[in-house]
């Protein structure tokens, strides 16, 4: 919830800064913007929630604190990249194969309800996947939408 929080509320920043100095909306802009916040708010998550984070990947996936930093890094990364230019095409295209990549630990913490902040298994369970899965899929549309097509 917090990670969408984050997204629609730099989005609507970025919109009315745009107005206000530039005289327009600049719908693709505010969405790059609003997503890179979202990707450093949760790039930030993978370093202070790392213990959690290494339980949600299922157990044939080797060195899970390695991965957990490496996906931290690569939001960070694609936080930038989707506000170079020459970068956001490519960018986006990457962020879609990772978020895909990446939604099978939500579904693995989800069944074995794990809570990725506190390193419990008393996370929330299968019902948030039904809020989950939605999220994964507007994010999914919100890269395409502002970095590929915008």
């Known amino acids: 919830m917090k990670p969408l929080i984050v997204l629609v ?13 530039q005289g327009s909306y600049h719908y693709p802009l505010a969405g790059r913007i609003a997503m890179s916040a979202m990707l450093v708010f949760t790039g930030i998550a993978h370093f ?12 044939f996936i080797p060195n899970k604190t390695a991965v957990v930093y490496l996906t931290g890094l690569i939001e960070f990364a694609a936080a930038l990249g989707l506000l170079i230019p020459s970068m956001r095409g490519i960018t986006g295209w990457l962020l879609l194969a990772f978020f ?15 809570n990725y902040q506190t390193g419990a298994m008393d996370g929330k369970g299968v019902m948030y ?17 502002a970095a590929i097509r915008g």
Not at 11 to 20: D, P, R, S
Not at 48 to 59: D, E, I, N, S, V
Not at 136 to 145: A, H, I, K, P, R
Request: glycine letters at 4%; proline letters at 7%; charged letters at 5%.
């Open 9 to 21: 509320a730099v989005f609507v920043i970025a919109l009315f800064t745009g107005k206000i100095f």
């Open 48 to 59: 202070a929630f790392t213990k959690g984070m290494a339980m949600m990947l299922p157990p």
């Open 100 to 114: 895909a990549c990446v939604f099978p630990s939500n579904i693995y913490a989800a069944v074995h309800h794990i």
């Open 129 to 145: 996947l039904w809020f989950r899965i939605p999220l994964q899929v507007l994010f999914m549309v919100w890269v395409y939408l």
